[in-house]
């Protein structure tokens, strides 16, 4: 693996931080620990930023959504602190960096977040009712002056990030196969997280699929939450299995080569989601980066070794 990067980036101040004005709680089954339980948002003052709050512990132990606190990127970003982790923090981070939140406790009563139906959306809304309040103190930003490249070619993957006045972020993505083509990405204003990114679902291969279930690696997945490509024949024998353990009634291969269990937000929306880990995983820099992301082959592990990059050249 590569990285490199040209000149010196640094900190300077923007508009003000954001809290929420009142506490607001969203409820659910963790994909891969299949725990039910509730994530609670309360305001917070300025210069606090986001921090989890494990409050069925004892000790009710604090992890700041840092990157230096990233402890896993295996199928989810984790976070931990002291043998106290926090699974899947992607698509909460996304909704808080999408919605101009900068401070925020996060009460947690489980390991892991809340899937939902696999996208920000359901974070995204509840955010909304708790309303966003601006604060007195000016907001922080990583200002790329210079080009920051993170290669890997064994992985195939690379990310970039160059100087822009806004935050920008491209994806493109190539699974070198005919159901799920090579598809591009882009959000180039924030503000249009809300309706172009956050209700963009995550997604899985039926292969994936079936070796997750053998090995027990999603006890809260369900056909309700992932889009499911299919790049191989099925029989109708394994399509019944299929729909059986995950309790309905019938599943069948669409001609986009999805199974039926969804429609599609968006023709992209493969990519639009990988675009919504990008944000989120980037969101644990604690600041808002002014820069021009690009992404190829993005996923978490990739996303969270750009992020220590990017920390790593800053604070040099």
Known sequence: MRAYFLSQSGIFMGENQCTIRHSVSVEGTGLHTGQYGTITFHPAPAGHGIRFRRVDKEDQPVIPASIEYVVDTARGTTIGINGTRVYTVEHVMASLTGLGIDNVLIDVDVDEM????????????????????????????????????????????????????????????????????????????????????????????????????????????????????????????????????????KVKVKEEGILNNLELHFPNEPARHKLLDVVGDLSLLGKRIKGHVTAYRPGHYANTEFAKLIFKHVNN
Do not use: M, W
């Open 114 to 249: 809340p899937i939902r139906d696999g996208s920000a959306r359901f974070f995204v809304e509840a955010l909304e009712t708790a309303g966003i309040e601006t604060q007195d103190s000016p907001r922080e930003y990583i200002h790329i002056t210079e080009e920051i490249v993170l290669l890997n070619e064994e992985k195939g993957f690379e990310l970039r990030v160059v100087p822009s006045d806004d935050y920008k972020v491209d994806v493109k993505i190539d699974y070198n196969t005919e159901v799920l083509n090579v598809q591009f990405a882009s959000l180039h204003q924030i503000q249009d997280f809300k309706t172009e990114i956050a209700p963009c679902r995550t997604f899985v291969f039926l292969h994936e699929l079936e070796f997750l279930l053998h090995n027990n690696l999603i006890k809260g997945g369900d056909l309700s939450n992932a889009i499911v490509f299919v790049n191989r024949t099925v029989s109708q024998d394994e399509l019944d299995r299929l729909a059986n353990l995950f309790q309905k009634p």
